[in-house]
């Protein structure tokens, strides 16, 4: 069965890095897109970023756009998102999801806490 | 900006018919949109629902339904049962591989 695990969050003080990383399994890797969504404490979704199955196109929300980069590894079945000049309004669980029949996420990972905080 | 509206709170009767809705702050969603639905319970990962409109995803039951109706994407809950009581989002597929999200709706069966 699809599985995706995040793993890489942590408390990070504003303006620092960090980069999340979610091991895929079950699937063909190399074959799907992959999404990285988010959502802030007791707060709703939050769209974050796409990647193409091939790592030739990535797409980003206007709120990371110049911060955030998206990148996989297919040989390692393993997606990233390289997170810098991390706010306090980036705090969140980030989750790793499957781009899967007609722009749905259709396998999602539990999530990784993100806290960015001094 | 785009802005995905959903109703923050809902209420339904145990057996009850429940339907939620999915629209754009300017314009009308159709299903040139692909909307899709998720479920998410406390401290839980989403759960897919509904994709490109109206299909179910595998392991779905049939008192889920997506449609149309309107100037909005809609999902029904037929039936409702104490579990179904989560939240509920919505998502559109924009232009340039980008995706927005609604704000969700709160369920309550009672």
């Known amino acids: 069965q699809v599985q995706l695990v995040e793993s890489g969050g942590g408390v990070v003080q504003p303006g620092g890095s960090l980069r999340l990383s979610c091991a895929a399994s079950?699937?063909?890797?190399?074959?799907?897109?992959m999404q990285w969504v988010r959502q802030a404490p007791g707060k709703g979704l939050e769209w974050v970023a796409f990647?193409?199955?091939?790592?030739?196109?990535?797409s980003y929300a206007d709120t990371v756009k110049g911060r955030f980069r998206i990148s996989r590894d297919n040989s390692r079945n393993t997606l990233y998102l390289q997170m810098s000049s991390l706010r306090a309004e980036d705090t969140a669980a980030y989750f790793c999801?499957?781009?899967?029949?007609?722009?749905?996420?259709?396998?999602w990972g539990q999530g990784a806490l993100v806290t960015v905080s001094s | 900006q785009t802005v995905v509206t959903q109703e923050p709170s809902f209420s339904v009767s145990p057996g009850g018919t429940v339907t939620l809705t999915c629209g754009l702050s300017?314009?009308?969603?159709?299903?040139?949109?692909?909307p899709s639905w998720y479920q998410q319970t406390p401290g839980q990962a989403p759960r897919s629902l509904i994709y490109n409109t109206n299909t179910r995803s595998s392991g779905v039951p049939d008192r889920f339904s997506g449609s149309i109706l309107g100037n909005k994407a809609a999902l029904t809950i037929t039936g409702a049962q104490a579990d179904d009581e989560s939240d509920y989002y919505c998502?559109?597929?924009?232009?340039?591989?980008?995706?927005?999200f609604g704000g969700g709706t709160k369920l309550t069966v009672l």
């Open positions: 300017s314009g009308s969603v159709s299903s040139n949109y692909y």
């Open positions: 990647i193409r199955s091939d790592g030739s196109s990535q």
């Open positions: 079950g699937f063909t890797f190399n074959a799907k897109g």
């Open positions: 998502a559109l597929f924009m232009y340039r591989d980008n995706w927005v």
């Open positions: 999801a499957r781009d899967g029949r007609d722009h749905a996420f259709d396998n």
